[in-house]
């Protein structure tokens, strides 16, 4: 791929996101962030790493309660007392989301990446969903988890996505209009659902 390209995945839990953003990744050369992007935010902000990723495990599910609730401090969603406030650790995940794609070409999965790097020419924005049965299925095989379980924490993740999606975006989490392509990998396949993406970016880059 001569062109630089942007590609964001959001996707429900345990729909194969994760696994069709690092095979995509694989196959076009180019470099894949999710968890990633904790380093990258750490080292372009000079703060420890740990810091990052305490924060990221609690904002989403910080604002999924405040949503339920409807507990807002001073308009806002109650901020955490730890160092980085969701505010401040989406800001500066969203500085180093921006300055990986002013660089390189690469694959960003999840926390609005799709909004924040709105403006970029070579963005490409995807949506993952698969049946609620294979989504189970796989969340039982990789948490090693019973299937009442993994039902709840499916749903648990995916209000929680949700709420920090759509409380930091102008847009709905999961609505096929908030993204390029909404794709849903039961019908294809993992290895066939990437291969469609594929095909999509290389006719859009061909017609631009």
């Given at each position: 791929?001569?062109?630089?390209?942007?590609?964001?995945?959001?996707?429900?839990?345990?729909?194969g996101g994760r696994i069709i953003g690092k095979q995509i990744a694989e196959e076009l050369g180019i470099?894949?962030?999710?968890?990633?992007?904790?380093?990258?935010?750490?080292?372009?902000?000079?703060?420890?790493?740990?810091?990052?990723?305490?924060?990221?495990?609690?904002?989403?599910?910080?604002?999924?309660?405040?949503?339920?609730?409807?507990?807002?401090?001073?308009?806002?969603?109650?901020?955490?007392?730890?160092?980085?406030?969701?505010?401040?650790?989406?800001?500066?995940?969203?500085?180093?989301?921006?300055?990986?794609?002013?660089?390189?070409?690469?694959?960003?999965?999840?926390?609005?990446?799709?909004?924040?790097?709105?403006?970029?020419?070579?963005?490409?924005?995807?949506?993952?969903?698969?049946?609620?049965?294979?989504?189970?299925?796989?969340?039982?095989?990789?948490?090693?988890?019973?299937e009442e379980e993994a039902k709840e924490l499916m749903i648990k993740t995916d209000k929680s996505r949700?709420?920090?999606?759509?409380?930091?975006?102008?847009?709905?989490?999961?609505?096929?209009?908030?993204?390029?392509?909404?794709?849903?990998?039961?019908?294809?396949?993992i290895d066939e659902t990437v291969a469609l993406m594929k095909e999509f970016i290389e006719r859009r880059?061909?017609?631009?």
């Amino acid at each position: 791929m001569e062109k630089k390209i942007i590609l964001t995945i959001g996707r429900q839990f345990g729909s194969g996101g994760r696994i069709i953003g690092k095979q995509i990744a694989e196959e076009l050369g180019i470099g894949y962030y999710d968890k990633e992007i904790m380093s990258v935010a750490a080292k372009e902000s000079g703060l420890c790493e740990e810091v990052f990723e305490k924060a990221d495990e609690r904002t989403a599910s910080g604002l999924s309660y405040a949503l339920t609730t409807g507990y807002s401090y001073m308009g806002m969603y109650m901020p955490y007392t730890d160092f980085l406030s969701n505010d401040g650790l989406f800001q500066l995940q969203s500085d180093a989301m921006r300055k990986l794609a002013a660089e390189k070409s690469c694959v960003l999965v999840g926390r609005c990446a799709d909004y924040i790097l709105r403006d970029e020419p070579g963005l490409f924005s995807f949506f993952i969903h698969d049946k609620t049965e294979n989504r189970i299925k796989r969340i039982m095989e990789y948490q090693k988890i019973g299937e009442e379980e993994a039902k709840e924490l499916m749903i648990k993740t995916d209000k929680s996505r949700a709420a920090y999606y759509n409380y930091y975006t102008n847009k709905t989490w999961g609505a096929a209009n908030s993204y390029n392509f909404s794709i849903d990998a039961s019908v294809l396949g993992i290895d066939e659902t990437v291969a469609l993406m594929k095909e999509f970016i290389e006719r859009r880059q061909k017609g631009s």
